[in-house]
């Protein structure tokens, strides 16, 4: 765990002084996305997380390949640890959205509470009591998922679903071919 811990920390803090790897390459989201779940999709199942990637439009995107799938997994593995049923439910979708994709991450786990939701992308930041496990994680997954995203031109923020659980959306630009 402090190895893991460690590793974040360095990663985080190599990404903050811009000396991380940035290889941005013209990409298809949604083959992106399809893959990844296809992927793991049948070991986070036996972890008890079904992953649903049904509603993706094409959407093509300029993004580092490597950061893309370490954001999505650090969003995937917070929905694992935090599930609250023995089975949990990940939908990944995308769309259009005023000029840039939106995809959409939504699980049905606790969800946060509201003020907490802007803080969720700070470093070490855990919303409440039961995100305090120091087995649950370091509170760096995110961080990290925010600064890719940002190196990447894109936004990422947290919403509560409205049948509960989390919300996390990435807004990435269009890349026009």
């Known amino acids: 765990d402090i ?5 974040k920390i360095f990663l985080f803090s190599k990404m903050e002084l811009g000396d991380y790897p ?3 390459e013209v990409l298809q989201l949604d083959e992106k996305v399809r893959c990844l779940v296809q992927e793991i999709g049948a ?3 036996e972890k008890g997380l079904i992953i649903s990637a049904d ?4 959407a093509t995107v300029s993004a580092d390949p490597d950061q893309l799938r370490r954001v999505m997994i650090n969003i995937i593995e917070n929905s694992l640890k935090y599930k ?3 089975t949990g439910i990940l939908t990944i979708s995308l769309r259009e959205e005023n000029g840039s994709y939106r995809l959409s991450l939504c699980d049905d786990g606790p969800g946060v509470p509201e003020e907490a939701l802007s803080h969720l992308f700070e470093v070490f930041y855990r919303s409440d009591p039961s995100r305090q496990n120091p087995n649950r994680g370091s509170g760096l997954g995110l961080a990290i998922a925010a ?3 940002a190196r990447m031109s894109g936004t990422i923020l947290a919403e509560n679903c409205k049948a509960g659980g989390l919300n996390i959306i990435i807004h990435l ?5």
């Open 3 to 7: 190895d893991r811990m460690v590793a």
């Open 22 to 24: 940035d290889n941005p």
């Open 173 to 177: 630009p269009k890349v026009v071919e």
């Open 43 to 45: 070991e986070y199942e």
């Open 55 to 58: 509603k993706l439009i094409p």
């Open 84 to 86: 609250i049923k023995e």
């Open 147 to 149: 600064n890719a995203v």
